[in-house]
């Protein structure tokens, strides 16, 4: 947001989420909600990332661990399914792949700069040890 | 300005007492104030408390009194400690005790000289409340030594001030009133 | 839920505490969170008594700290209700970090605060440590003076607050004991009449406003926080007197009880005046109508609002004066005496130029006598016959031992 003046904000250490009424707002998807200027939803944290997380849906069991545990909301889950992640929101600090109980993984880091495809089609198999 | 100090102990119903009898002056349109010195004071410790009444908004709120009255309702108190202190000659006591007023001041040289009025408030609460809490009778003889209110007035007053208690209670604290009105020598 | 009404006499005599409470009752405090302490002690549990009678729509919070009090109060305010408590002493001083919270975050809370010294060592009584250890911390600040004053301050208190041009918190003042525990008569309001000036909470930016989330309580740093402290200092500097004026001029209305930001008595031709706060204020009255028949003209000022500091209406209150005393009921800690600096501020970018000398007393509660107030106005005298303050710039009065005097 705009480093106004002093005179140029809303009074009180406070900070609007939308702009204008909401309504239905748990039933509106986050892509269709109007946020407002000061939600940090407008703020892309993509630059952060050295490393991002591949999602190869192929050995996802939908257990939601990475839903819950991403400090940023940035795990994309529809009808508890799991279906991808929100690269404008999320900072690539890895916690999904930690916590992540299939084996193989199905999430990794990979640098920033990898092609998908070809990191899905080398994929890692099971590991028989575990 | 008619200015009053009460010698009490801590639980003895001073506050409630000083603060009856503002209550009650209030009434007939008088400025009053009422209040007392604390500490950090356990039930027991001696403590003081004041009354004063004008007919102007009383704004002086030093603690420095020369009282007209000093009502002192526990017995023990005139004699341990000086209850003569900041004394006009014009200073009236009434005291708290089951001595007659000449064995007091035999006991308390200091109140030789003075005008001094006795009454046993505890033994009259004890009779007529069942606890020694005098302060309602002390207020029974102050009507009786100043001439302030017809004790029917007084008393019709205080029923209001103590509406809060139980019906028996309130009944008790007029006879004992009455009582010290007519005991008071 | 509907609550009872109170049937009250048109004069009630009340201590400064229960007239407090009642005010707090009259205006249907929808939140009170406290951790009570002596001698704000039976506000609250005033407070709660009257709600647990139902003669209150609202709810009691037991909290396990003053900061939780405060910071109870916080989240209600915040929520959108109308919050007030009280304290005292180290349950304010254990306060302050939660008074800058909410101050910055513009919640009209009511405090009451019964003035009390701060330990060590340890003592119950009244004088303004506590009251001075607010005075930067973002809130208006009321003193009363006798319990009429605790009474008809907590309704000015939320009508200024919760103006949306306003919002901040404001502190109610009394002095411990000389105040909250002396009763006096108080002329009251019934209850309707009561409810009727401060109005139904107009709620602002409030959590529970479902259609419009806010999130309350934000991090900002250097990018940001000078900006909303700004903010906060310039609306109380410019918005919160005018409102303050306008709100005494309507309960005047409302009451025929006139308040001013600076109190003056018998000041029009006062040659010598005495500054102060609290209980003095009505006893430096008295005195200072004694000093006439004496030939002194004696005059006295003092403040009603501490916070925001009324500059201006000093410097008009001083303007003919030669000779100020002010006294400061609160240890100085190594400096001249808090409202001493202050008056002596506005003074100095003043057109008159008064003799002002500063003068410590009634730590923890030690009387002010008026003997100590007559000597007080001969003092003043005699430096306005002198051209010149005849005695130190600080002195101590009514402290045991060789004359304390400094500067």
């Given at each position: ?15 609007r ?10 039933g ?9 200027p ?45 279906i ?19 084996n ?10 990898a092609e998908e495809?070809?990191?899905?089609a ?7 040890e575990? | 300005?008619?200015?009053?100090r009460?010698?009490s ?26 209040f ?10 001696a ?26 309702i526990d ?17 009236k ?6 001595l ?5 001041v ?14 046993d ?39 209001r001030?103590?509406a ?9 604290n007029?006879?004992?009133?009455q009582?010290a ?5 | 839920?509907?609550f ?13 505490n229960h ?13 009170v ?13 005033g ?5 647990s ?9 037991m ?5 939780a ?11 959108g209700?109308?919050?007030a ?8 001083a254990?306060?302050?970090?939660t008074?800058?919270?909410s ?5 009209p ?37 006798c ?29 411990g004991?000389?105040t909250?525990?002396t009763?006096?008569?108080v ?38 926080h ?12 410019t ?9 005494f001029?309507?309960?005047e ?21 005495v500054?102060?706060l ?23 000022v ?15 209150a001083?303007?003919n004066?030669k ?10 800690g ?16 003043a ?8 003068y410590?007393?009634g730590?923890?509660?030690r ?11 001969n ?26 005097a400094?500067l």
């Amino acid at each position: 947001m705009a480093n106004t003046g002093w005179d140029e904000f809303e009074i009180g250490a406070m900070l609007r989420s939308f702009d204008g009424k909401i309504d239905d707002i748990a039933g509106t998807l986050q892509e269709d909600r109007a946020y407002s200027p000061n939600n940090s939803f407008v703020a892309s944290v993509a630059d952060w990332r050295i490393e991002k997380p591949v999602f190869n849906k192929d050995y996802c069991i939908d257990c939601q661990f990475c839903w819950i545990y991403c400090p940023d909301i940035s795990i994309i889950a529809r009808d508890k399914k799991m279906i991808g992640i929100d690269m404008d929101h999320c900072k690539g600090c890895g916690i999904c792949v930690e916590v992540c109980p299939t084996n193989p993984k199905s999430l990794l880091m990979f640098p920033e700069q990898a092609e998908e495809e070809a990191e899905l089609a080398n994929w890692p198999a099971k590991d028989e040890e575990k | 300005m008619l200015e009053i100090r009460w010698h009490s102990r801590a639980g003895q119903g001073a506050v409630t007492g000083a603060k009856g009898l503002a209550d009650v002056i209030s009434t007939t349109g008088k400025h009053v104030q009422a209040f007392a010195f604390y500490g950090s004071a356990k039930r027991g410790a001696a403590m003081t408390a004041y009354n004063r009444v004008a007919d102007e908004v009383i704004m002086n709120h030093e603690k420095y009194m020369k009282p007209d009255y000093v009502f002192v309702i526990d017995p023990a108190l005139a004699i341990t400690t000086d209850v003569t202190i900041n004394h006009k000659d014009t200073t009236k006591y009434i005291i708290t005790t089951h001595l007659s007023t000449e064995e007091l001041v035999k006991a308390q040289p200091k109140l030789e000289g003075k005008e001094v009025y006795t009454v046993d408030c505890i033994t009259i609460a004890v009779e007529t409340i069942g606890r020694p809490i005098p302060n309602t009778p002390m207020l029974g003889a102050f009507m009786k030594i100043s001439g302030m209110y017809d004790i029917e007035f007084f008393k019709e007053n205080m029923k209001r001030v103590l509406a809060k208690l139980p019906q028996k209670i309130v009944d008790a604290n007029m006879i004992a009133i009455q009582r010290a009105y007519d005991e008071v020598k | 839920m509907a609550f009872d009404k109170m049937e009250l006499r048109d004069v009630e005599v009340w201590d400064g505490n229960h007239a407090a409470a009642q005010a707090l009752r009259q205006c249907q405090v929808d939140v009170v969170a406290a951790y009570p302490i002596t001698p704000s002690t039976p506000i609250v549990e005033g407070y709660a008594k009257f709600q647990s009678d139902n003669f209150i729509e609202g709810e009691y919070v037991m909290v396990e700290s003053e900061h939780a009090a405060m910071s109870a109060c916080i989240g209600a305010a915040a929520a959108g209700g109308r919050v007030a408590t009280a304290t005292s002493s180290q349950g304010f001083a254990l306060m302050v970090e939660t008074l800058y919270q909410s101050s910055g975050m513009r919640l009209p809370i009511v405090l009451n605060v019964v003035n009390r010294a701060l330990a060590a060592p340890l003592n119950v009584n009244g004088d303004h440590s506590d009251m001075y250890l607010g005075r930067d911390s973002g809130w208006i600040q009321f003193d009363a003076y006798c319990p009429q004053d605790a009474y008809d301050l907590n309704f000015i208190a939320f009508k200024v607050s919760e103006d949306h041009d306003v919002r901040l918190p404001s502190m109610v003042h009394q002095d411990g004991f000389m105040t909250s525990h002396t009763a006096q008569g108080v002329t009251t309001m019934d209850d309707d009449k009561a409810y009727s000036f401060v109005g139904e909470y107009k709620p602002m930016n409030d959590m529970l406003d479902f259609e419009h989330p806010v999130t309350h309580g934000v991090q900002t740093e250097e990018d940001w926080h000078f900006e909303h402290k700004a903010r906060q200092h310039n609306d109380l500097m410019t918005k919160v007197s005018p409102k303050i004026d306008a709100v005494f001029e309507a309960f005047e209305k409302h009451t025929g009880r006139k308040y001013s930001q600076v109190e003056t008595y018998d000041m029009e031709d006062a040659d010598v005046a005495v500054f102060c706060l609290g209980t003095s204020v009505e006893t430096t009255r008295e005195v200072a109508r004694e000093m006439r028949t004496k030939g002194i003209k004696a005059g006295v000022v003092a403040l009603r609002v501490i916070r925001p500091f009324p500059f201006a209406k000093i410097q008009e209150a001083f303007k003919n004066v030669k000779a100020i005393a002010v006294l400061d009921r609160s240890a100085p800690g190594g400096a001249p005496g808090a409202m001493f600096n202050e008056i002596c501020a506005a003074m100095y970018a003043a057109e008159n130029s008064p003799l002002i000398s500063g003068y410590i007393y009634g730590l923890g509660g030690r009387d002010l006598t008026k003997a100590h107030l007559v000597d007080l106005y001969n003092e003043l005298e005699a430096n306005v016959k002198a051209g010149k303050v005849t005695t130190q710039l600080q002195q101590f009065i009514g402290v045991r031992g060789p004359k304390l005097a400094y500067l």
